[in-house]
């Protein structure tokens, strides 16, 4: 059972174009972390939210935490090439390490 | 500096036999973290350490798995009698502090082992 659901699986779209990638739970995370994970490369860390409505923006990536701390959306304006990747959210819980992951979403970004 | 390498990066293995994947996490980091990725998922956890002591091994799939770090450094995984449903990509992550709760230490992962069990 996958705690957390990401989506859509996979995303291919033009370069230009904006895109939103959505983690869903019905559990209450203390934190959330979105990775993107290239091929034959490990997950790099990309931002961590932790108050609910938390909305952080690195360059043209703005990640929103929901209020109740149970799901996160990525948000990318104009979509470059080099945006390509495996998208990962991770959650974690105040009384455990354990990251809890969603299975990603691959985005392809067409020249 | 250095970050996380992992060795072999490819491993081909007979059903049957025994593999070992190392881990050299980033110096001076005090956890590290054991993870399965199967194709097309997320990471899912098998083991934790805290410096020489593994903590938490609740992910360990089975008997068969066997993680240590014996001088708080290198760890090496070892799957004895490899299976064809251990097949996947080994990540190794390290981290700076301890899991105290409610912390959110970064993870800095390796590259991985890709495991290939025929």
């Known amino acids: 059972t996958q705690l957390l659901e990401q989506s859509p699986q996979f995303l291919s779209i033009q370069e230009g174009e904006n895109l939103t990638v959505y983690c869903n739970s019905s559990?209450?995370?203390?934190?959330l972390q979105w990775y993107r994970q290239e091929p034959g490369e490990g997950p790099v860390l990309l931002v961590t939210?932790?108050?609910g409505g938390e909305v952080k923006k690195l360059k043209r990536l703005t990640f929103q935490f929901g209020d109740a701390r149970k799901d996160s959306s990525l948000h990318i304006t104009a979509a470059q090439p080099g945006d390509t990747g495996l998208y990962l959210c991770?959650?974690?819980?105040?009384?455990?390490?354990?990251?809890?992951w969603g299975a990603g979403t691959k985005l392809i970004i067409k020249p | 500096g250095a970050g996380v390498s992992q060795s072999p990066r490819y491993k081909v293995a007979k059903r049957g036999q025994d593999v070992a994947l190392r881990c050299d996490p980033i110096?001076?980091?005090?956890?590290l973290f054991w993870y399965q990725q199967a194709l097309g998922q997320g990471p899912e956890f098998l083991t934790y350490?805290?410096?020489?002591?593994?903590?938490?091994k609740s992910g360990l799939p089975s008997d068969r798995f066997f993680a240590e770090r014996p001088e708080g450094s290198v760890s090496t995984l070892k799957i004895q009698r490899t299976q064809q449903e251990d097949s996947a990509v080994y990540l190794c992550?390290?981290?700076?502090?301890?899991?105290?709760?409610?912390?959110?230490?970064?993870?800095?992962f390796g590259p991985g082992t890709r495991l290939t069990v025929l």
């Open positions: 992550a390290s981290s700076r502090r301890t899991r105290t709760s409610g912390s959110t230490d970064t993870q800095y």
């Open positions: 350490f805290q410096n020489e002591a593994q903590l938490d």
């Open positions: 991770a959650g974690a819980r105040d009384s455990n390490y354990q990251l809890i």
């Open positions: 559990s209450v995370f203390s934190s």
């Open positions: 939210v932790v108050t």
């Open positions: 110096s001076g980091h005090v956890s």
